[in-house]
């Protein structure tokens, strides 16, 4: 168990507002780099105040839009925990795990705070607890919770070759 700082945001916050498309062919790919845009036409104020640990928390639809992996990719560099929502875009889904990102779905959470409210995050007993109480999240499949602990699909891969 470990307890996150919130940053709230509303639905259907797509890839162009996480990673602002503008700097996609003009900024370096150094995660560092990139994670002085993470949702800065959103929230100018999130680069310079996101903590290591902190946790994003949207309503429906968090990272629909283009397939934009820097949309994962600054996030992870800026120190972010997880994101919690109500739901997904599918490719931000997919590039969020492959990337080592940890996405939970907890619709029920989402109405009960706001940004700076502290939470408590339990994986292996899947809940969120916050002043409001204790909310239940799906159980990430035990591959999906490999690739996140290992820091991504490649290196989860890497590290399931080394085993063999």
């Known amino acids: ?54 946790v994003i928390l949207a309503g429906r639809n968090w990272g629909n839009g283009s397939s934009r992996e820097q949309a994962v990719t600054c996030l992870i560099a800026s120190g972010v925990r997880a994101v919690i929502a109500s739901s997904f875009a599918r490719i931000y889904y997919r590039n969020a795990i492959n990337s080592g990102l940890l996405l939970i779905e907890c619709p029920a959470i989402v109405p009960h705070l706001q940004t700076g409210d502290v939470i408590t995050l339990d994986i292996e007993n899947a809940t969120l607890t916050c002043a409001a109480g204790t909310f239940e999240f799906p159980r990430l499949p035990e591959s999906v919770q490999g690739i996140v602990e290992a820091g991504g699909l490649i290196e989860y891969l890497k590290a399931s070759y080394k085993a063999e």
């Open 1 to 54: 168990m470990s307890e996150h700082r919130v940053w709230k945001y509303s639905d259907n916050v797509n890839t162009d507002v996480i990673f602002p498309g503008r700097y996609t062919y003009t900024v370096s790919h150094d995660p560092l780099e990139l994670a002085k845009h993470a949702l800065e036409d959103l929230d100018p104020q999130f680069a310079g105040q996101v903590q290591r640990g902190d």
